[in-house]
Every structure is written in C-alpha cells, then in structure tokens.
C-alpha cells in the first residue's frame, strides 16, 4: 500500500528532515511540503490525501485550526517539539503524536501505525436499528434510552454525557462508537459534541441551541448541519 501524504510545517529545517524521511519509505509518496496551513488546505480540498505530517504551532492557522476546517480529515501524524497537545490530539483522533526532533525508528513506527489504520479504515455505514433506542451500562446496570429523548451527546475524554429530557448519563464509551450506533436524526457537529437534529431550536454563526445549552458548531461539519437541515 502507498499512503499519498503531505507535510505542513512552518520550520523550514523540520520539513527538509521530515522531507527526507518520506522520500526514503516505500509506502509513502509526498504530494506537497507546505509551511503555512491555509496552503495545506488548498492541497487538500484539491487532492486526495491520506496521511499529513502535522505541526502545532504555525503563524495563521495552527495545525487544530487545519483539522477545524477540513470536510473530511485523512490520517494524521502530529510534529512538534512540545508534550501539552497531547490531549487535544486525542480529541482529534490522530493516528500518532510525534516529538521533534524525530529519529527514524520513532518514523518507521508511525509509519507502521499509520498503514495498520489505514489498511482498517472503512467508511461508516448508517447504522440500522430499528428498535430506535439504545442501551447503555453505568454504575453497573443497563439504562434504556429511547432516540427520541436524546437532546445532545457531550464528548468528556474516556467517557460522554447522554443529555436527555429528564436526566444525564455519563457512559465509558467514544464518540465514533456512538456514531456508528445512533439513526441519521443525529449529527457530530464538533468534535465534542453530537446532536439531535430534531432538538435544535436555532442557529445563529458558529453557534447552534438545544433547550439551554449553547453548542459549537465547527467549520468542517457545518456544510453537512446544513444540508440535514430543511432549510429555506
């Protein structure tokens, strides 16, 4: 398998290294070396990529700013020289989260990591339930909860929070394995957060209400908010 990657990264000394190291695997071949964000996303919304080599922080967008914008995200390596983005690496799912400067076994690895979850990867399918409701185990028991008093869905780390009409439920669970399971009523519109369509009050900009509760909506998923949406 060959992975189509590119590298975004504003130091010009860690892309002439990273550079090299793409060009001596013979699983990779690099479309683009781009040291600003807002130059990756052209590349991205004009090709088909599989793997970025990501840095943090850059002028402009940073690398989480890329990721914000993008309809679909391939995988991604994070580069940098600092330990803190670990966290906010898991909340974006990236494939491996590498610190410069980058020895060539710690690249192989990812490398390696990268074509096992690439080799894995499959397009989610709606999923079909047609009892529309699901369980779900805490404090030792199971819960039954019907789709249709599902508000919204709150991602906490290990865990989310199932917001209902009457209670909150906190679940050891991920985000994705929620999404494979729930109905097409519902819709991932940030990285933290899923929402039933139906519950939505108003949208005004970046912004979206459920009962009370104010929630984000992020660039890459609101063309698809919009779409789902019956709107004039």
């Not at 190291?21 to 990529?49: G, N, P």
């Not at 690496?89 to 410069?100: I, R, S």
């Not at 030792?140 to 290990?158: A, C, K, Q, V």
Request: aromatic share 6%; hydrophobic share 40%.
């Amino acid at each position: 398998m060959i992975l189509k990657c590119i590298i975004v990264d504003d130091e010009l000394m860690a892309r002439k290294s990273l550079q090299r190291l793409c060009e001596q695997h013979e699983s990779l071949a690099l479309v683009a070396v781009c040291e600003q964000a807002d130059e990756a996303l052209r590349v991205l919304t004009e090709q088909e990529i599989d793997l970025i080599w990501l840095d943090v922080e850059m002028p402009g967008l940073s690398g989480f700013d890329l990721l914000e914008r993008l309809p679909t995200t391939p995988l991604v390596v994070l580069t940098t020289t600092k330990t803190e983005y670990a966290f906010d690496a898991f909340q974006y799912q990236v494939a491996d989260y590498l610190k410069k400067p980058i020895a060539l076994p710690r690249f192989n690895l990812a490398v390696e990591k990268v074509l096992d979850l690439s080799d894995h990867r499959k397009p989610v399918q709606p999923p079909i339930n047609p009892r529309r409701e699901i369980y779900v185990k805490t404090d030792g028991r199971y819960i039954r909860i019907p789709y249709e008093t599902i508000s919204y869905i709150e991602n906490m780390g290990d865990y989310v929070k199932i917001i209902t009409n009457t209670q909150a439920v906190v679940v050891y669970t991920t985000m994705k394995s929620l999404e494979e399971k729930l109905g097409r009523e519902f819709l991932r519109v940030h990285r933290s957060y899923i929402v039933h369509l139906d519950k939505i009050v108003d949208i005004e900009e970046n912004n979206l209400l459920i009962a009370n509760k104010v929630i984000p909506i992020s660039r890459a998923n609101k063309a698809e908010l919009m779409n789902r949406l019956n709107v004039l």
